[in-house]
């Protein structure tokens, strides 16, 4: 099973869900708003939503727009990795063994028979028993993002502070495509920002992968080959949707977007620096 393309796959229907808002109601959560209304607008509505909505509302006078949003995003993200810390370090160290896994790829290559397709399968998973890796592992990550994803994008959308709140004088409640005829220009800057952070994002653990990979050559005396990717068209595409989705959703939602990208990217090289402190 590629594991790579299955989570490109999911994250693509976890994108047409954020894209149909999952929720019908445009009522606005404000800080008087009670648990048994949110009830009413669903599970989802009421135990993420609603939550993250009031986060929102309660930080806002204290901290600023900008500054709760970025709050309740960098808590929900530690949250997350609490949950699924085992999951990051088997998806890094799969970018690692990319190398070795084409090898057995290419040995097998047009071999499509049974016997032939048993022995592939047995030898990629020796490779992952060599690393303690379990390929499956990973996914979990995506399945956990997917209603705190959807319940996000809600949460901005209702939002009481989100909606009333300026940041330089801007609503992050606009889209950048309404920012831009209104002259609004920090929500295009926003936007900008979050795709360069997520592009950044999406390569950094093949950049890191890369580099460990030319250490360990260079340890062995051998030339370093780059792994192939066999998924670039299905990685930028994916990234292209992003960008268009953002494009005309709520800025609060690519500030959402720009600063889980950016923990992200430090998870990952903190995570690379622990599993490789020995060398």
Known sequence: MNTKRLKLILSLIALALLLTGCSTSTELITLDTTFSEAMNDGFLSAFITYP???????LTPRTGIFMAISIVTIVLN??????????????????EIQPELQKIQAKYEGRSDEMSQQRMAMEMQQLYNKY????????AVTF???????GMYNAVRRSDAVANATFMNASLSLS?????????WVCLVIFVLMVVMQFIS????????????????????????????????????????VALAMFSIPTAVSLYYCISSIVNIAKTIVIDQMTHKEA
């Open 202 to 241: 999406i390569k950094i653990p093949q950049w890191i992968a890369e580099k460990r990979g030319k250490e360990e050559a260079d340890k062995h005396h051998k030339t370093y080959k780059k792994p192939e990717n066999q998924n670039i068209a299905m990685t930028y595409g994916m990234l292209a949707m």
């Open 132 to 139: 303690n890796i379990n390929p499956l592992g990973s996914l």
């Open 78 to 95: 530690a949250i997350v990795l609490a949950f699924t810390f085992k999951s990051n370090v088997a998806m890094q160290k799969m970018q």
């Open 52 to 58: 993250l909505s009031q986060a929102i509302n309660w």
């Open 176 to 184: 950048p495509s309404q920012a831009i005829p209104a002259g609004k």
């Open 144 to 150: 956990i993002q997917f209603p705190l994803l959807i």
